[in-house]
């Protein structure tokens, strides 16, 4: 736990009157004088909480006596307490109380206003001032009395404000009043001294009144500075409240007060005053805090009051996560890219956010990634500021640690609660209360911006080169992304097709199976001669037909046939004729072959069924082919993204050493995110459909891209 605890006791109170304030150890003296002052409110109505003054003392509790003889004065507080009187308000309080401070002690004394005693005279004046400041209370601003008592004011009922000229009302308004209470007052102001009279004597409001007529502009002096202009970039997420920073500003530099505000950009409740800062169209719909109210860059130039030559020129620009989605955040990033470019040169980047979101929503990490991703490491380095707004130092719940690590530990935070533009001055205007809060909001806003012009001016100026360089680089990597892109969608065409062929493979290879049997057996029988060792007495008549006449016939001859020689063979008759054949002697001879019978198989072709078969191999090639040219060129287009996840790794490479928190993939992550809630609002099926396509490419993109960040 960073918070510590302080038991306070009002210089001139009793020690039952002490109390106690919690309050971090990191903040500053400054945020304790706020703390103690919302305390005590009606008792320090009348002094602004900066001019509070605060000794540390070390005094026991126990020790009541001490508190019942001592009057508390001054020397008594710093001689016999040996109170030491707390004059730094930049000081942290861990560095005046330590981390620990002492229990059942006070640790601090706080400075009473003096009061001094009145004569009869003087309080018998005080209270006629009493009643008239009660008379004047009775008819405030904006009540029915203020316009039914027509003996007593002039305004009519047809002076009544709307809330777009209530800056306008409240100045004529007041005058009026103080007119009107001047003369009630002329009766007796004889005589009166107002050194005199008891400021606790009047009424909150009408002290207020009084004082909330002149700008409190402290701090530093420039009037020995030399001539300079500082430029600073404003950066933010919509609805942040840059417009409303900015509007303080300008009452900061042109002497706005409560009474009569300076208004560069119109508000809710507040039309443009100084029309020499006119935005024309940069100014969206005023009141939409989804929107960006900034559609394009715009500088806001002023001249310090004190040193004229030193100009701070404050560049407002278009907020990150607009509700238009994440195109209208490009069209902004480029915007405020350009701007900077054109500046030459920055003094300062101040980032505002919101010091009351305390968790991460995806809004806030799509603004810290997107600017994370586009300050270059030397500004960042040298120049980052950051304003929580709508806060105080203490109440503030946004996560410095995770701005530190999404973007930059910056140079020093400041925090403002910039109320005025953001209420209706018909509330806070009629209630003590309220208005006391808002004046010393008022006050405590000049009073940061006083120390924020200061650590401005001690800043060196950056170059926007960077800027240049880095946009060059992410041009050319949507470049690559453009041609990934559209490989990638070759890539599912071709392998679409690759598919189909396959498909179609597997079909022709089905068919030329089924015509694979295209052939059909047939047994035959045939007769062929065969050669033998013996010789067969053979009729060359009848030998065709296998007719042996006489087998292994050992009959000499001196010529095969023709002769009546084989009248001798064992195969001839009486009759001179063979028994055998029957044929005559002259019609025989001899051989050694014999034909025999032989069953044969042979292939008959069914050429209907070849014909289909020979269609199918066909198509079955040529399928085979065209895939074969479809691996290829997958190949090379695979070769090809390849080269550009290469070229796109190499570029962010080159991009991270002037942002080293440049994260490609994270930044390409969130805007899959916002496309996811921007394709859920699409009502057209279709349009939903190509939105969901176009998502699944880019993820596959950052996959691939992963992949080579991952080797």
Known sequence: MSNITLSCLIQGTSLDKYFKITIDKN????????????????????????????????????????????????????GDLGGTKINDASDEIKDVFGN????????????????????????????????????????????????????????????QPDKKNSREYITNTRSRQSSHNNSLRSEFRQGLNYDETNIFGLSLYNQNKQNSGINNRTGFNLSGQSPCTCK???????????????????????????????????????????????????EAKVGDVTRS?????????FKHPENPSCNFVFIDTPGMSDTNGIEQDDKNIQEII??????????????????????????????????????????????????????????????????????????KIFYMDNQIFCADPQIWLNDEDEYSTVKHQWDKSFKTFSNLLKIITEMNATSTEAFTTMRELRNKIKSEIVTISQITTNIQQVQDKLEAAYKALRKTGD??????????????????????????TLCTTHMRDG?????????????ESGSSHFIRCSCMGQDGKCRICGCEPSSHYHDNTEMVTETKTIEKVLEDIKAQYDMADKTHKKISNYAHQFQETFANLQDQANANYDRIFQLCTDLSKICSRFNFVNELHANIENMRMDARNIQSIDLRKNAESDIRKLETFINGLSNRINK
């Not at 008819?139 to 004011?153: A, C, K, V």
């Open 338 to 411: 350009n701007t900077a470019i054109d500046a030459g040169s920055l003094t300062a980047i101040i980032i505002i956010a919101s010091g009351t979101e305390a968790r991460v929503t995806p809004t806030i990490k799509n603004t810290l990634t997107r600017l994370a991703n586009n300050l270059p490491d030397e500004i960042v380095s040298n120049n980052l500021l950051l304003i929580l707004t709508k806060c105080t130092k203490s109440s503030a719940s946004f996560s410095e640690d995770v701005f530190a690590k999404e973007i930059a530990k910056p140079k």
């Open 511 to 536: 068919q030329k199976n089924s015509f694979a049997n295209y052939t059909t057996t047939e047994e035959i029988t045939i007769k062929k001669p065969i050669q033998k060792d013996t010789k067969d």
């Open 232 to 282: 600073i970039l404003l950066l933010g997420g919509t609805g942040t409240g840059k417009s409303t920073i900015i509007n303080m500003m300008a009452n900061y530099f042109l002497d706005g007060t409560l009474e009569n505000p300076k208004v560069v950009i119109p508000t809710k409740y507040f039309e443009v005053t100084e029309n020499a800062f006119g935005r024309n169209d940069t």
């Open 293 to 301: 109210q900034t559609t394009k860059c715009c500088n806001y130039e």
């Open 100 to 159: 620990s401070p002492v229990r059942k002690h006070i640790h601090i004394i706080i400075g009473q206003p003096t009061i001094v005693q009145l004569t009869t005279t003087t309080r018998a004046l005080n209270q006629e001032t009493q009643s008239l400041a009660n008379e004047y209370n009775g008819r405030s601003l904006f009540s029915d009395n203020l316009f039914s008592n027509r003996e007593t004011s002039d305004i009519s009922k047809n002076d």
């Open 27 to 78: 903040n500053d003296i400054s945020d304790l004088k706020d703390i103690v002052w919302n305390k005590n409110k009606t008792t320090f109505s009348n002094i602004d909480a900066n001019n509070l003054i605060l000794w540390k003392v070390k005094i026991p509790i126990s020790d009541k006596a001490k508190f019942k003889q001592l009057d508390f004065t001054e020397s008594t507080i710093e």
């Open 547 to 559: 007719t042996i006449c006489h087998e292994n016939c050992q009959l000499e001859v001196n010529f």
